[in-house]
Nanobody, 120 residues
């Protein structure tokens, strides 16, 4: 049974930093593609960053240069370092996993989310 548990959210002022973590269990972590998504109130969920099993990374244009996705395969943990946070980064952040380790599509497994609030 795949389980993803996020932590690290909170409230910060604009310009601040947060580090999100996602502990994965119930599957062979290295065979999956992992990603971070977010959803702001009244908006659709959007992709923030993904990381493939081979380490290749993609970022949404809105977070490039400010956010860094990484993983510790030995600890089955995914991270999202968020720097220079802006109020528009506010939302619920979700960790997700897909078995599509090649194309990183079709995320079927999701965590419960962790709230990030950035005040101006």
């Amino acid at each position: 049974q795949v389980q993803l548990v996020e932590s690290g959210g909170g409230s910060v002022q604009a310009g601040g930093s947060l580090r999100l973590s996602c502990l994965a269990s119930g599957y062979t972590y290295s065979n999956y593609c992992m990603g971070w998504f977010r959803q702001a109130p009244g908006k659709e969920r959007e992709g923030v960053a993904t990381i493939k099993h081979d380490g290749r990374i993609t970022y949404a244009d809105s977070v490039k240069g400010r956010f860094t996705i990484s993983q510790d395969n030995g600890k089955n943990t995914l991270f999202l370092q968020m720097n220079s946070l802006k109020p528009e980064d506010t939302g619920m952040y979700y960790c997700a996993a897909t078995r599509d380790s090649k194309w990183c599509l079709g995320f079927a497994y999701w965590g419960q989310g962790t709230q990030v609030t950035v005040s101006s």
